[in-house]
């Protein structure tokens, strides 16, 4: 009886010692999604895929780095079917410009953050005044007589140099002043000269919004740039 007994429990122990091993969860697959080539049936459809890859190339080259690719294909879609567009001719042409700024700006941040830390750093300078648009000068040699205005003409040389001290324009290398309308050069300009008096020499720094603005000027002007001109005031033509 007793052996019988002892027989019997064997089982149900080795029994209670599997049931409380711990079991690994079976591990799940994730399924793995197969995405049909895509065919091109026709010239239509070999087409609009080359649009979409030199739509695309343009652009990268500018800056974009990716867009609502839903959205892109509802204007594309709307606009093929005459559909009221979700934006005004107006309204599409303005944020996209504003893209392309934002693009350009975040581009040259460093430039921007070093010149406005230059600026703000000049104010501190005992001969350097400021107007309240933000255009700085000193006083290199004053002058006498009136001061021009905005419609006048004036002739004038000039040196004109980056922050790094990059010379891109001179009248003074050229031998030859520079006659020019007041209000036909950039605000910076516009506003100085009408401060200045005929034999003046000034010296201006113009921040970016001043000057070119987010533009560049050909290989020597980068957008964003803040100018330094030294302007001799010759005469106010006619006067």
């Not at 002892?6 to 149900?12: A, E, S």
């Not at 079976?26 to 030199?54: H, Q």
């Not at 006048?152 to 001290?165: A, R």
């Not at 309308?181 to 720094?205: A, C, D, H």
Request: hydrophobic letters at 35%.
């Amino acid at each position: 009886m007793k052996k019988l007994a002892l027989t019997f429990l064997i089982p149900l122990c080795g029994y209670a010692v599997t049931a409380q091993t711990k079991r690994k969860p079976a591990t799940r697959k994730t399924p793995v999604k197969i995405t049909a080539p895509v065919k091109m049936m026709s010239l239509t459809d070999s087409a609009s895929y080359a649009f979409g890859i030199s739509m695309a190339s343009g652009l990268k080259t500018n800056g974009v780095k990716s867009l609502n690719y839903d959205l892109l294909a509802k204007g594309l879609k709307d606009a093929f079917q005459g559909q009221t567009p979700l934006l005004t001719e107006q309204a599409s042409q303005k944020v996209i410009g504003n893209l392309f700024k934002e693009i350009t700006m975040e581009k040259y941040a460093a430039q921007i953050a070093k010149e406005k830390n230059f600026l703000e750093g000049n104010l501190k300078v005992t001969d350097v005044k400021s107007t309240a648009s933000g255009l700085q000068y000193i006083v290199i040699t004053p002058g006498d007589g009136p001061k021009p205005k905005i419609t006048d003409q004036v002739t004038v040389n000039y040196k004109g140099t980056l922050l790094s001290g990059k010379q891109f324009d001179s009248s003074y290398d050229r031998k030859e002043p520079l006659t020019i309308g007041v209000n036909r050069v950039i605000p910076g300009w516009t506003e100085g000269l009408q401060l200045m008096s005929p034999g003046s020499k000034y010296k201006f720094f113009i921040p970016y919004h001043l000057a070119y603005g987010e533009r560049a000027m050909g290989q020597e002007i980068p957008p964003y740039s803040m100018l330094i001109f030294e302007v001799e005031l010759l005469k106010i033509n006619g006067k």
